[in-house]
């Protein structure tokens, strides 16, 4: 079976992978690229656990084909922290025990980091709508809001942690 | 095997087309067969013509790309009235992906927003050049197998005429219950050729012609849309999901009929 080149962006770094017709962007990147941050939900477009940001807006890798991506930029949860620094909202989220069992994390997180990139004081119906195509079923919900206004204010603050990342 | 052509050239895309392919739009239709294995093509065709992105206006109409997302609408300053019929669809990645052309081949309940454009006297334009009132070809999407160019729509002279109302389960993304547009035009106070369109009461979004007759001429209050809660209780037979039954929807749908025309309780 013939395979199609895709080059990208992927967290800052130059990628390229091959991929089979109709392959979806998410397993572009963690078959292809090896970035297993995403992850496979619903596979229709409910859920929300595949999100990424293609050229800084969330997109959901799951209905996206593979080869539509080509030249552009893609960020996912593995690029949030920098070494051994946690972003902000990564911290927030360990802090405020805003995961359980995990696996809708690496949505919400990205999907967070969507809104503060453009709106660094969201109110909190602003972070609810922002998480709105993400779906938890451990935390409520509440656990997680308050861990991306606690993630929001802390980039706020005078040397927040994080703040550049 | 699958395998992907992009054509810069809408045209192109369009004689590509055949009995063994799909157009992909947005993907959030095509991409999701493709991930349930539900496909019966082997050919996906695509195009990056810059025209299906484009929102112009043309006198008292705005033609819309087939490809202009959500998001899209939402960021158009000439689109503000359409604004609260794209926030709902979906969150903020749905958004950023469901395109206008992709919309109107959403299956029940979804694709609220063909409900806003039936009202709007949506026109779709084709690829092939060809030109079709949006009901009817709601009423043929089945069997399509050709490239929506774009759609246009009339531009309310007056936004405050166009109201728009999604019921759903859950705040602030949910499935339709029902959703309901309504383009009413009035004159001393009388309604004037109004237009009300329904979703998730039908296979399709639906006109509500036997309410929008009762309402002509009508005055907009209690009194005056009497007729019309008592012509929407019967001309719709919709299906069961799992999120109402036909008999739930249809007992309801004169309330929130109200609700919208009355203007009591803005907003889902």
Known sequence: MSKTPVSFTLNGRDTGVFVDGGANLLDALRRGAGDLSPKYGCGQGTCGTCTVLIDGEPHLSC?????????????TTSGLQQGAQLHPLQQAFIDGFAAQCGYCSAGMLVAAKALLDTNPSPSRDEVIEAISGNLCRCTGYEPIIDAIMEAAAQMRSPGGLGRAV | MITVETYADIN??????GADSIYLGGGTLVMRALNYGEQNFSRIVRSTDPSLTQITMQGDRIQIGAAVTMASILAHPDLAFLAPV???VGGPAVRNMASVGG?????HPYGDLAVALLVLDGRVHLADGQEQDLEVFLAQRKGFNGIVASVSI???NRPEDFRWLKISRTKPKGVSVMSIAAWLPAMAGRLQNPRIALGAMADTPMRAKAVEQTLEGATMDTAGIQNALTAIASQFNPPDDALASSWYRQQVAPIHLRRLLLNEGAGS
């Open chain 1, 63 to 75: 209905l996206t084909l593979a080869e539509t991506v080509e030249g552009r930029s893609i960020s």
């Open chain 2, 12 to 17: 192109q895309a369009s004689a590509a087309l």
């Open chain 2, 86 to 88: 794209a926030r709902q």
């Open chain 2, 103 to 107: 919309n109107l081949f959403a299956e």
């Open chain 2, 154 to 156: 009339a531009r309310p």
